[in-house]
């Protein structure tokens, strides 16, 4: 087993001390049993797998339609609200 030193936390140490008191075991085990434990719960936590999220779309524009593409086209819309907005101009024009 390799021997290292390592700046823990004060309280830190007084919980491994406790351990230690409670449990009969090393100092050395006991934090190299909580650092194990830690690090795979980080393995497994960065293995989650994706959530692949779909919904239906559907056409904000006609495209049949030059004058309601070519205007669509030319709007800025770059968030929620301006798509929002663009579904409102839709149906007061259809």
Do not use: F
Request: proline share 1%; net charge positive.
């Amino acid at each position: 087993m390799a021997r290292t030193t390592i700046d823990i936390e004060n309280s830190i140490l007084l919980e491994v001390k406790n351990l230690q008191k409670k449990d009969g075991r090393s100092s050395g085990k006991i934090v190299s049993e909580l650092l194990s434990e830690a690090l795979t719960q980080r393995k497994n936590k960065a293995k989650a797998p994706l959530k692949w999220r779909s919904r239906r779309m559907s056409a904000l524009v006609d495209l049949s339609d030059k004058d309601a593409l070519h205007k669509i086209l030319d709007m800025n819309l770059c968030c929620k609200c301006d798509r929002k907005r663009l579904r409102t101009t839709r149906r007061s024009t259809a």
